[in-house]
């Protein structure tokens, strides 16, 4: 059983739509963080959540960390190619070490 | 500011042999980790150093494995000898002192034993 479960798995969408990922847990974490990974390259930190309820945006991203911080979203409006890739959450455990989901994958055609 | 430097980037061996993977973190990062991803699986922790000392440890698969940070700078991750489910990509990431900064991660050493 994963720390952090994320769904879907994969994601397959066309240019101009809306989607949301999720990055689940049982546990209670102090911050969640969001990654985004791709091919040949390591993971990129996009976001940090820190407090129940907080939502941020980044562009036409928008992340939102759970009340009770257990669970976060990241939503994305009107896709873009550029946004294809591998993407993680990850949360502190055991003295700050992050532990992974093991991510959404999106592909957004053109 | 230069990124987590990895080398190598890929590196096919045979089984039995021996790698040293090599790690280079952002120049005043205390803090370096090794992670392992595995095809199709999560990002795994493998072990954790705080400048020269091992914080935790506790992802290493087995005694093939063996992590090294001389002088709190590079890290060094050498897996001797070599299996097959060794294979996966090993990141390295390095992040400052503090909660909640995120990591910055390596481009990956892709490891493939034959």
């Known amino acids: 059983t994963q720390l952090l479960e994320q769904s879907p798995q994969f994601l397959s969408i066309q240019e101009g739509e809306n989607l949301t990922v999720y990055c689940n847990s049982s546990?209670?974490?102090?911050?969640l963080q969001w990654y985004r990974q791709e091919p040949g390259e390591g993971p990129v930190l996009l976001v940090t959540?820190?407090?129940?309820?907080e939502v941020k945006k980044l562009k036409r991203l928008t992340f939102q960390f759970g009340d009770a911080r257990k669970d976060s979203s990241l939503h994305i409006t009107a896709a873009q190619p550029g946004d294809t890739g591998l993407y993680l959450c990850a949360g502190p455990y055991n003295n700050n070490d992050m532990r992974f989901g093991a991510g959404t994958r999106l592909t957004v055609k053109p | 500011e230069a990124g987590v430097t990895q080398f190598p980037s890929h590196s096919v061996i045979e089984k039995g042999q021996t790698v040293t993977l090599r790690c280079d973190p952002i120049?005043?990062?205390?803090?370096l980790y090794w992670y392992r991803r595995v095809m199709g699986k999560e990002i795994k922790f493998l072990l954790h150093?705080?400048?020269?000392?091992?914080?935790?440890e506790s992802g290493m698969p087995n005694n093939r494995f063996l992590a090294e940070r001389t002088g709190g700078t590079y890290s060094t991750l050498k897996v001797q000898p070599a299996e097959l489910e060794d294979s996966g990509v090993y990141f390295c990431?390095?992040?400052?002192?503090?909660?909640?900064?995120?990591?910055?991660f390596g481009s990956g050493t892709r490891l493939t034993v034959v």
């Open positions: 959540v820190v407090t129940g309820g």
């Open positions: 546990s209670v974490f102090s911050s």
């Open positions: 120049s005043g990062h205390d803090n």
């Open positions: 150093f705080v400048k020269e000392s091992k914080q935790d």
């Open positions: 990431a390095s992040r400052p002192f503090g909660v909640n900064y995120g990591y910055t």
